[in-house]
């Protein structure tokens, strides 16, 4: 069974400055998706980034991006240019593409706060 | 993009009685929707897979006869909640996945906040 490990319970970051959030996963599988999504107060799932495992370029999405490394199973999220907004828990999460079914296998989360 | 609807967003039910969530793909189809539950803090647990004109699939734990889903058609999937405990009370947030895109992303609804009194 695959496993997410965030190991970072909480985070903080200064408005404008970057930060970059923790997990490490375990498969057996060599085809699988990640993703980080993040959950606001208001509890809605968002989804911030997706990477295939097979691409080795890391993703990016205007101020997120990965850090991925397939070798190592570990897949950072990094945030520049952090803004208020982006308070909230962090889920990483994995889907195996092998598969059927598409089941989410999620980390237990990360709290960032965004301090002014 | 894709939208799915849970409702109802909050409940309060009294222990013993039983409670219906649904969830809708309100514009695309979904032979798959995934039920999670999540604690507070705490990060999402699957419950069950739940696929359209068959039986869910429930995750080692997760008391078949206690949530009971049924997939009846492409659009909605029901969790219902029988006997509702205290310890019952949780968030419940669906998934689902568009038919015929394996690759898609999963669209999940706003969840449902149980309290049961």
């Known amino acids: 069974a695959q496993t997410v490990t965030q190991s970072q319970p909480e985070m903080s970051v200064q408005e404008a400055e970057t930060v970059t959030l923790s997990c490490t996963y375990d498969?057996?599988?060599?085809?699988?998706?990640l993703f980080w999504y993040k959950q606001p107060p208001s509890r809605q799932m968002i989804l911030v980034i997706r990477?295939?495992?097979?691409?080795?370029q890391n993703a990016t999405e205007n101020r997120f991006s990965v850090n991925f490394q397939k070798a190592a199973k570990s897949f950072s999220l990094k945030i520049s240019d952090s803004q208020l907004g982006d308070a909230a828990m962090y889920f990483c999460?994995?889907?195996?593409?092998?598969?059927?079914?598409?089941?989410?296998?999620f980390g237990e989360g990360t709290q960032l706060t965004v301090n002014p | 993009g894709a939208v799915v609807s849970q409702h109802p967003s909050r409940v309060i039910c009294k222990s013993g009685t039983s409670v219906k969530i649904e969830c809708r793909s309100l514009?695309?189809?979904?032979?798959?929707m995934f039920w999670y539950r999540q604690f507070p803090k705490q990060s999402l647990m699957l419950m069950a897979t739940?696929?359209?004109?068959?039986?869910?699939?429930?995750e080692q734990g997760v008391e078949k006869d206690k949530f009971l889903i049924n997939h009846a058609s492409l659009t909605l999937s029901t969790l219902t909640v029988t006997s509702a405990h205290p310890e019952d009370s949780s968030f419940y947030i669906c998934?689902?996945?568009?038919?015929?895109?394996?690759?898609?992303?999963?669209?999940f609804g706003n969840g449902t906040r149980l309290t049961v009194t």
């Open positions: 998934s689902a996945r568009a038919a015929g895109s394996y690759n898609s992303p999963l669209h």
């Open positions: 498969t057996s599988e060599s085809d699988y998706y």
């Open positions: 990477q295939e495992a097979y691409k080795q």
């Open positions: 999460a994995y889907r195996s593409a092998e598969t059927s079914g598409s089941r989410l296998t």
């Open positions: 514009d695309f189809q979904a032979t798959t």
């Open positions: 739940s696929n359209e004109g068959s039986k869910a699939t429930y």
